[in-house]
């Protein structure tokens, strides 16, 4: 691989990763990484909880069995914190909101007694945002002076929802109006800590993932109206956290949650795991900038790597494997040290450096290929270019040493027809016949090496080459011959001259593939082998035959067809004569130096 097939690939994959690096920067991919966040949450699995919270479920089997529309009669509540305070229960939360005085003050006083008496009661106060013509407002809804004097403590119970609607985090304390009120969950904890002052210690106001313990109804419930009729054991509430709050969808209070996207959790219930979240001090931590950026492009550079040293199917598994390794080590650290690494991103960057690298080197090899199949099919027939392309190694256009049969023709006396009719007439003369001619070489798996005029080079054994390679070449240049037969009657009409070809075949070793330089090359032959067979060629008309063979095409005939030696001729450039052969078929009835049968071509090889 030279260096621009290095280059090309990993600017591609660099400009991926890049890209992929800006959508997740822009917080394009957030809502694909919250999935996978979720995804990790239920392959984790449920976590057994270590605190002992149980819900008080204000559901509809309360509400059909209390037959009271809401909000129900604050005595009521009154009497659920009695029976609570009475079974001992160690803390007791509403996630129910007293923020306006109720028409009958009886109900309120009543609520307050109670929670004077029990404690330990811990109220809900709501954060709203509401827009109007000069921006957004703000407003703190508290719990009415008189309930909110005799309660422990009173925190926001505002939940933090994603673009998705899904409920992933929340904040321990909320800043507003330059005051720092602590959260719900965060009062709970306090008090379930044994805390002397509730609120004391100064919290952040930053959200957090709650690291859920499990989908709806992972802790312990009990429906409201059976502690009412006393159907509870009271040991059921004994030194446990008590959370109150709704359940019923009618009452908009339930979320989904990463457990439970198509089932809803009540509020109650994430505030359950979220005071267990604060407990246990195990929140869902983002890895940090500085460790994610280097990841990022640690795990693109392996990709892009891989994809350029690797063939496709092996790179594609090595990526595979990479991503897999990674999610894998991403869900161990979140399931073991929750800590949250992104998955969507490296994911998505990998594959599109696999992918984008791969098509790029798909399309230009496409490219090479239409490129080298119109080259191919200019020299051999449409059926031996696809084969050649299916086994691109037979292709030797580096130039490789291959043993292979050359054939040279030519029309005898072209110069002079040429001069008797118009150069139109001679393109179409020539170029019927040049075509004829080159259906004949591939019909026999021939190799169009070039024409030059009316003369025709051909090359059988390369490309792709045959064990009969002499054979086909020989019956090529019969057809050839033949052919010529056929065309000089109207040859002749027209230019008043006799047709006739010569045919020079010799085979042997020569140097076959792409040879030229870098701004101009083509598929040929070179080397003595070449050389003799258009010596061959050129002895044809001295010697009055139609075809010359070498010894060693003649040799490599076998018995296929029936050749005669003629005589030892001189060849420019060899010290010794040759002895040359002609098939018999061909050998004119007035020739009489043909040699006796007796005197076989095989022994020149002696």
Not at 6 to 27: D, M, S
Not at 192 to 211: F, Q, R, W
Not at 288 to 311: E, K, Q
Not at 567 to 587: D, F, H, T
């Amino acid at each position: 691989m030279n260096f621009r097939q290095i280059v090309r690939p990993l600017l591609i994959g660099a400009l991926l990763a890049a890209f992929v690096f800006l959508l997740h920067h822009r917080g394009l991919l957030d809502a694909l990484e919250l999935k996978s966040l979720d995804l990790r949450f239920k392959m984790r699995g449920s976590l057994a909880p270590q605190l002992p919270i149980v819900l008080v479920s204000i559901d509809q089997d309360s509400f059909d069995e209390m037959g009271l529309p809401w909000p129900w009669p604050r005595t009521l509540h009154a009497s659920l914190i009695r029976k609570l305070a009475k079974a001992e229960a160690k803390v007791i939360a509403f996630d129910v909101l007293f923020t306006a005085p109720r028409a009958d003050p009886r109900e309120d006083r009543a609520l307050a007694e109670a929670i004077k008496e029990a404690g330990n009661v811990i109220l809900a106060a709501e954060h709203t945002e509401v827009s109007s013509d000069f921006g957004p407002r703000e407003t703190l809804s508290l719990p009415i002076p008189l309930i909110r004097e005799h309660a422990m403590a009173y925190g926001i119970v505002n939940l933090v929802r994603d673009r998705d609607a899904i409920v992933r985090r929340g904040r321990p304390a909320l800043r507003f109006q330059d005051q720092t009120f602590p959260g719900f969950a965060q009062r709970i904890h306090e008090a379930a800590a044994g805390k002397e002052h509730v609120g004391g210690k100064a919290v952040s106001t930053s959200p957090m993932i709650i690291n859920f313990r499990g989908p709806a109804r992972t802790y312990p419930v009990a429906p409201y109206y059976r502690i009412l009729r006393d159907e509870i054991e009271p040991e059921f509430f004994r030194d446990k956290i008590v959370l109150v709050g709704n359940f019923s969808p009618s009452e908009h209070d339930v979320f989904p949650t990463p457990f439970s996207a198509h089932q809803q959790t009540a509020g109650v219930e994430i505030q359950a795991n979220f005071v267990e979240t604060l407990a246990a001090n195990d929140p869902i931590v983002p890895l940090s900038r500085g460790g994610h950026v280097p990841l990022f492009f640690l795990l693109s550079a392996v990709a892009i790597g891989v994809t350029i040293g690797f063939r496709p199917w092996q790179a594609a598994a090595l990526v595979l494997a990479l991503n897999g390794l990674y999610a894998f080590a991403g869900l161990y650290l979140f399931a073991n040290h929750e800590l949250w690494t992104p998955l969507v991103a490296p994911v998505l960057a990998t594959a599109l450096c696999y992918g984008g690298i791969t098509v790029d080197s798909y399309v230009r090899e496409q490219k090479e290929r239409i490129r080298t199949r119109a080259i191919l099919r200019r020299y051999v027939s449409p059926d031996v270019a696809e084969e050649l392309l299916q086994n691109r190694e037979g292709l030797g256009f580096g130039g490789q040493r291959k043993h292979i049969t050359v054939l040279f023709s030519d029309i005898r006396g072209f110069t002079g027809i040429s001069e008797q009719i118009a150069p139109e007439q001679v393109v179409s003369l020539l170029s019927d016949y040049l075509a004829r001619v080159t259906r004949i070489v591939f019909k026999h798996e021939g190799t169009i090496d070039k024409f030059i005029g009316d003369a025709v080079f051909a090359i059988f054994g390369a490309p792709k080459g045959h064990a009969d390679d002499a054979l086909r070449a020989v019956k090529t240049g019969i057809e050839m011959i033949e052919l010529v037969e056929a065309l000089a009657p109207r040859w002749t009409e027209i230019t008043g001259r006799p047709l006739k070809v010569g045919v020079g075949i010799n085979s042997g070793e020569a140097v076959v593939g792409s040879i030229g330089s870098e701004i101009r090359s083509d598929f040929t032959a070179i080397g003595d082998t070449v050389n003799l067979g258009a010596r061959l060629e050129a002895l044809t008309k001295e010697l009055g035959v139609p075809m010359l063979l070498s010894a060693q095409t003649a040799m490599e005939l076998k018995d296929s067809i029936r050749v005669k030696p003629l005589r030892l001729v001189k060849v420019q450039g060899r010290e010794a004569p040759l002895m040359v052969y002609c098939p018999e078929s061909l050998i004119p009835a007035d020739i009489d130096f043909v040699l006796d049968a007796a005197t076989p071509y095989l022994q020149q090889k002696k």
